[in-house]
C-alpha cells in the first residue's frame, strides 16, 4: 500500500498533485463541501508561514487586531463595486438562537466593510492615523469547483487593512507590503515572485489598483498567491472614515489592504515537489531533518540507537526542527520512502559501521550543486563526520534552501517567453502551457477579453521594471496597435 | 478628557470593568449585535496567551491542525445530550452562493461532531492512537446577554481533541490538561485557580466527566475560564470511531477535549486591575515597561531623549517589550495617567537630574512588598542606577509577576469560607457575595438547584484533594443528610 507509485507529474499534473496532499496528510476534504480540513503535516507548515509573516508585519509597524466573523448585510452592499464582486460568493446566516434574523447576517469573505466602519469611529484627526493593523482569520467564499488549499470555501489567511492621511502613503504602503510578500515568498517559500499591477479586470472589488505576485507552477500555469490593494477612498467615503487634517479641514483617509492565505501552501507544493512527494524548503518545514537509524541484530540495535539518540538531542540543542523515527513496525527503506514522500529536507541514516567510523550519512531530499555529485543514477549521499554535523547540519538546510530557490527561478526563466509579436504564437504558446508570456498589449479591456475568451489565458500582471524584457515591445500583439505596456500571459490557478 | 475618574470597584464592578475594558481599548462592542472587536492592546495579550499555551501543548505532545467552520446540521443532532446542550445556541446559514442550501449549515460552536468523524476515517489499528491534536480557532454561540471578552456571540479559543485506546488514558489526559491550564493560569496570568470535577448539572453536553478552572474575581464572583471533558465512548460510537485493539478485537475510542478562550482576557481584568485602570501580570503583557522622558527646555530635552534613546535599546536588546514613549502632544502626567490606565506594569520617567546623576526612577504598577516601602500616601519609586538597569528590569519584571499572583491568592483565601454548615449562613454569604463558600452537599441534584434557585448560587466544582478543607464536612447544608462531598458555593459569570 505505502509504497504505490504517485503519479507523475508529467503525466497527470492534477491527479499528482491531489495525491500528494492527501498521501503526505497535509489536507483532506471535508463532510461539508469545499470545506477543507487541514491535517498536522499541511498545518505546521502554515503555522511556519505565519510566524515569519507575522514577524516581518510587526517589524513593519503592524499591530494584529480581531474583527467579527458576521458582516451586516447591507454593509456588504454600501460599496458598488465591492458588492458587484463578491455578492455571488457570500454565505449568509439567517436564523440565530432558534430564531429568524431581521437582518441576516454575511459570513465575513473579506473584512473591509467591517473594519472601515470601526476605524470611522477611532479617528478624529490626522493624530490618530496612520492605522496600520492585520488580521489573522477564516473568511469564506461560497465556489463551487475546489481544490484543496487552492480553492477552498472556507480559507485561511491574514488581512491587513491600513488607513492614511494621504494618497501617497497609502500607494507607499500598498507597494511596501507587496515586497514584503515577495521577500517572504522568496526567502522563505524558496518561490521567484514576479510582481506588477493588475489590469482593470482583475483588480479587487472595491480598489483603485491591485498589485499581485505571480509565481510560475511546475505545470507552467501562474499561481497569484498575494495580492495588495490600493483602495483610495472608495471605503473611507462609504464607511465615513473621515479626519481632522493638518490645515484643519475635514478629509476622507485613504486606506490599503493585503492579504495571503493557505493557498500559499498550494503553490509550495506546485513549486518544488516531485514524482517521489513533498520537498518543503527547510524554512518552512515542521521536521527539518530526520533521522533513520539501521540494524539488524539486538546488538547493533543498541549501539545504533543510542548513537541515534545522541545525536538527536545535540542536534535538537542546536535549535533544528528534527524527529528521530524510531518506529519498529517499518523497514528502513519504508521510512526513506515515507519521508521522501513527506518531503522532509534532509535524512540522516546510522548503521553500525557509521557508529564504528563516528559519522552519518545525510541524504538530501533534492540534489545539492555544492556537494559532491552522486553517482549516476544514485541519490546524493554526503558522508559526514559525527564531529562536524553541529556545522554541517545548518550548512546543509541553506544550501536546500537556496537551491529550491535557484531550481524554481532557472525553470521559470526557461519557461518565460520574451518579445512575442505575433497573435498565433501567444495561442500556440498558450496551447502547450509554455509559461509565462510576455508581449505588448494596447491597454483596451477588449483585447484583454478576447484572449481570455479564445485562449484561457489571462493577464496575470504589468510587470514591475525589474522584470520587463530589456526591449520594450512596440505593438499590442492582439490588435497591433501601439503598445501601453508590457504584460505577461499565461493560464492561471 | 482622559483624566475623567474610573468608576470605582467597590461601588459599581461592572461598570468599572466596561470602563476598563474600553478607555484601555482592549474591545469594543461591534455592528453586529454580541460580537466584539477586539483592539490590538486587548489582542496582544490574547497574542501572548497563545505563544504559551501553544509551548505547553507542544511539550505534552500534541500537535495543531485545523477543521472547518461548518458542520453539517445532522452532526449535531446526532449525540443526544450534545444536541440538547447547543440547539438554543447556534447560527445556522441557510443560504450560500446565493442558493438555499438542501441541508443547513450550523456555524460551530465546537468541534467534537466534525473533528470525531474525520478522526474515524484516520484510525484503523491501536497504532495509530493516541491522537493528540488541538486547533485555535473562533466559534459562535448565540448568547443574547452579552459581556466583553467574558461571553461573546463569537469567541476566540483553543479545543484540544484527543483519542486514546483505554478509559485511564484518557482520564489521564483530561487531568494533565487541566493541569497545563491550572499552571498557565498561576504562571503566566497570576491567576491562582481551584481545579475540581463539575458535578452533572454542569458537565459539559456529551461528556462524562467535566472538570474546570475557577478564579475568584474581585467581585468575589467565580469565572469559570478553563474545561477539560472526559468524553467516554460517546462521540466515538456516534461517529464510528473504532480501532482494532492490540488483543485484535474491534472497540470504540475514548475522547477528551479541552478548551479556553478569550474569555481568560476578562478573568485577568477582574483579577488585578484597580480603580486606576488596568492591571497586566507582566508574561503577558504586551509592553512591559515604558519610558516617559521628563524636561522642559529644549537643551535638556536633548541630553533626555538622547539618554531615554540608549536606555531603550539596551533594554530592547535584552529582549524586554519596551516601549519610549515620545509623544510631543502629551505632558509628562497625562502620560503617566494612560500608561496606568492601560496597565503597563512597570513605568520609567527620566529627567534631566536622572541624566546627571546616571539614574532612572521605576514606578510599578503595583507596590512591590519585596521593594522599599513609598512615603505614606506617595506611589513606590525606585531610584536605580543605569548600570544596574539590565539586572534589576528582569528582577522587578519577576517581583511584579509573583506579586501579583500572591495578592490574588492572599484575597481568594480571605474569601474563603470554609466549615459552612447551616444553609441560612449560606443565604446570608451568598447575599453579600462573601466569596467561596466551603460546605457538604448529599450528592442531589434536587438540593442544587434548590440552592441555585434560592440564591442563585451554584456548584463551582467538587474541589481536589488539595483545595479540601482539613476537616470534612459531614452533612448536607442543604437538606442535612450525609455529605458526598465538599463542595465550593459560588455565583459565577
Redesign the interface.
Known amino acids: 500500500m505505502a509504497e504505490d507509485k504517485l503519479p507523475k507529474r508529467s503525466e497527470d499534473f492534477s491527479a499528482w498533485y491531489n495525491e500528494i496532499v492527501t498521501r503526505a496528510e497535509l489536507a ?1 476534504h ?3 463541501r469545499g ?6 503535516n499541511g ?2 507548515i ?2 511556519l508561514m505565519q510566524q515569519a509573516l507575522d514577524r516581518m508585519f510587526k517589524d513593519t509597524g503592524h ?10 448585510q447591507s ?1 456588504i452592499t454600501r460599496e458598488a463595486a465591492h458588492v458587484e464582486g463578491f ?12 430564531k429568524e434574523l431581521e437582518e ?2 454575511v ?1 465575513r469573505p473579506t473584512s473591509e466593510t ?1 473594519i472601515y ?2 476605524y470611522a ?1 477611532w479617528v478624529q484627526s490626522y ?1 490618530d492615523l496612520p492605522i496600520l ?1 492585520n488580521q489573522w ?2 473568511v ?1 467564499r ?3 469547483r475546489t481544490r484543496l488549499f487552492l480553492r477552498t ?2 480559507f ?1 489567511w491574514q488581512e491587513g487593512h491600513t488607513a492614511h492621511e494621504t494618497e501617497q502613503q497609502a500607494e507607499e504602503e500598498t507597494l511596501r507590503m507587496l515586497g514584503v510578500y515577495r521577500t517572504f515568498m522568496e526567502e522563505y517559500l524558496a518561490m521567484p515572485a514576479v510582481t506588477g499591477l493588475k489590469t482593470d479586470s482583475e483588480r479587487f472589488a472595491g480598489a483603485l489598483r491591485t498589485y499581485s505576485t505571480e509565481v510560475l507552477m511546475q505545470d507552467n500555469k501562474a499561481l497569484q498567491n498575494g495580492t495588495s490593494h490600493n483602495l483610495g477612498q472608495n471605503f473611507a467615503k462609504v464607511f465615513g472614515l473621515q479626519f481632522q487634517s493638518r490645515e484643519g479641514s475635514l478629509e476622507y483617509a485613504w486606506n490599503t489592504s493585503w492579504g495571503v492565505s493557505t493557498r500559499m501552501v498550494g503553490g509550495l507544493i506546485m513549486t518544488h515537489s516531485d514524482d517521489n512527494g513533498l520537498v518543503t524548503p527547510p524554512r518552512v518545514a515542521p521536521i527539518q531533518l530526520v533521522i533513520v537509524p539501521i540494524f539488524k541484530t539486538d546488538a547493533e540495535k543498541l549501539t545504533v540507537m543510542e548513537a541515534a539518540e545522541e545525536v538527536f538531542r545535540i542536534i535538537k540543542a542546536a535549535g533544528v526542527r528534527v524527529k528521530l523515527d524510531d518506529r519498529d ?1 517499518m523497514s528502513p527503506g519504508s521510512k526513506f520512502y515515507d519521508w521522501e514522500l513527506k518531503g522532509v529536507p534532509l535524512r540522516m541514516e546510522i548503521g553500525p559501521k557509521d557508529v564504528e567510523k563516528n559519522t552519518v550519512v545525510i541524504v538530501p531530499r533534492v540534489e545539492l550543486s555544492q556537494e559532491e555529485a552522486p553517482k549516476p543514477g544514485k541519490k546524493q549521499k554526503l558522508f559526514i563526520s559525527r564531529t562536524e554535523l553541529l556545522a554541517r547540519i545548518p550548512q546543509l538546510l541553506d544550501r536546500l534552501q537556496s537551491q529550491l530557490y535557484e531550481n524554481a527561478k532557472a525553470r521559470r526563466e526557461a519557461n518565460s517567453i520574451r518579445n512575442v509579436t505575433s497573435y498565433d504564437q501567444v495561442k500556440e504558446l498558450v496551447a502547450r502551457d509554455a509559461g509565462f508570456i510576455y508581449a505588448g498589449w494596447c491597454g483596451s479591456a477588449e483585447c484583454e477579453a478576447k484572449v481570455k475568451e479564445e485562449t484561457k489565458a489571462t493577464i496575470r500582471v504589468i510587470p514591475f521594471p525589474e522584470f520587463q524584457s530589456a526591449e520594450k515591445p512596440s505593438h499590442c500583439v492582439v490588435c497591433g496597435g501601439s503598445a501601453k505596456h508590457e504584460v505577461i500571459w499565461s493560464k492561471a490557478y
Open positions: 483532506e471535508s463532510p461539508v470545506c477543507m480540513v487541514i491535517r498536522p498545518y505546521g502554515w503555522e499591530v494584529n487586531a480581531y474583527f467579527p466573523l458576521f458582516i451586516p454593509f455578492a455571488p460568493e457570500l454565505a449568509v446566516v439567517t436564523h440565530g438562537g432558534g441576516p447576517l459570513v467591517i466602519s470601526m469611529k493624530r493593523m482569520a477564516n469564506v461560497w465556489e463551487m470555501m472556507e485561511l513496525s
